[in-house]
């Protein structure tokens, strides 16, 4: 089956930026978005970015101008290069995959990016 497998999380002070990576294993379907999602203590898990097979891409208001999403289609593998970081950027970020025909959605297990100075 998929695996998302996330990588770079870690702690960073605030102004800093930070990498994040996620690879896709397995059979995956052409038309597909692979993206990123967050979900800070006590709050609900969120968007962040998100990229389609085609190209498109998608940013939570909060992140436009900070956060870049990109994705290496032959790899399967999304980044999310995070810039100007604050303490509100703070969650677990999760990788997501969603394929379409038919619809699934498979996650990663999450990593920490923690900011505080």
């Known amino acids: 089956q998929v695996q998302l497998v996330e990588s770079g999380g870690g702690l960073v002070q605030p102004g800093g930026s930070l990498r994040l990576s996620c690879a896709a294993s397995?059979?995956?379907?052409?038309?597909?978005?692979m993206g990123w999602y967050r979900q800070a203590p006590g709050k609900q898990r969120e968007l962040v970015a998100d990229?389609?097979?085609?190209?498109?891409?998608n940013y939570a208001d909060s992140v436009k101008g900070r956060f870049t999403i990109s994705r290496d289609g032959v790899k399967s593998t999304v980044y999310l290069q995070m810039s100007s970081l604050k303490p509100a950027d703070t969650a677990v970020y999760y990788c997501?995959?969603?394929?379409?025909?038919?619809?699934?959605?498979?996650w990663g297990q999450g990593t920490q990016v923690t900011v505080s100075s």
């Open positions: 997501n995959l969603r394929t379409y025909s038919p619809f699934v959605t498979y």
């Open positions: 397995g059979s995956i379907r052409s038309g597909n978005a």
């Open positions: 990229i389609t097979s085609g190209g498109s891409i």
